[in-house]
């Protein structure tokens, strides 16, 4: 199973495949060897960019066996996690900053049978994961401010490789089977430095080249393999 292994790759769909043939992409993203597809849902609201639809997901669904780990960037949360889980993807992550209830969101993903977690902006402070953290399957880091990835300006965090060690040695603390979750200009370098900290590294435009999907998807593979020995 997927969710066990060690530097999981989870290349970002909206980043790294061609939105004019998204069938197409996912498609040589499976013949790479890749198991997992971030999928980012943005409002408009929450996050400036809208850059995918609910329907698009939907019909990718249909035809792809990979894993959909989904970070909803949404400003009310009700309408997307009930789509969502009517399209029957396998994670949804939401973020803490826009959920009231965050305790009730998670039970309420877990009773409908998929895997829940909760996202944090760059600037959002660990202790607010405090009475949650239990009941978290993953918890997904920004290092760039959502939806602004396509800005040259925005750069990952100066302060992101002390919160992603604070946030693992949170979780070893407490003997947690929580996984860990980097989003943001995410690069090999990045992979390297927090191969014992982080579980699931979203791949995006940093290290995965669109034009050359396939292949650029399988060097990433290797560049894995040789990092795990």
């Not at 249909?62 to 996690?81: C, P, Q, R, W």
């Not at 982080?198 to 791949?203: E, G």
Request: glycine share 8%; hydrophobic share 40%; with cysteine.
């Amino acid at each position: 199973m997927v969710w066990k292994e060690k530097c999981i790759l989870s290349p970002s769909l909206i980043s790294c495949c061609d939105m004019c043939r998204l069938g197409e992409s996912v498609r040589d993203l499976e013949a790479a060897g890749i198991e997992m597809l971030h999928v980012d849902i943005l409002d408009g609201h929450f996050s400036p960019s809208m850059p995918l639809g609910l329907d698009a997901v939907r019909a990718l669904r249909k035809v792809s066996g990979l894993v959909f780990d989904v970070h909803l960037m949404a400003t009310e949360h009700d309408y997307f996690i009930s789509e969502l889980l009517d399209i029957g993807v396998d994670q949804i992550v939401f973020h803490g900053e826009m959920e009231p209830h965050m305790d009730n969101r998670l039970n309420m993903l877990h009773a409908a049978g998929v895997r829940a977690g909760v996202a944090l902006k760059p600037a959002t402070p660990l202790s607010t994961l405090d009475y949650v953290l239990e009941k978290c399957d993953t918890v997904l880091l920004m290092l760039i401010n959502p939806g602004y990835a396509s800005s040259r300006a925005e750069g990952q965090v100066p302060y992101g490789g002390r919160k992603v060690r604070e946030l693992a040695g949170m979780i070893r603390e407490r003997g947690l089977p929580t996984l860990v979750e980097i989003d943001g200009r995410i690069s090999k370098e990045n992979m390297r430095d927090y191969l014992n900290d982080v579980d699931i590294f979203v791949a995006g435009s940093t290290c995965i080249d669109r034009t050359n999907l396939m292949e650029s998807a399988k060097d990433l593979r290797e560049y894995r393999s040789a990092l795990l020995g």
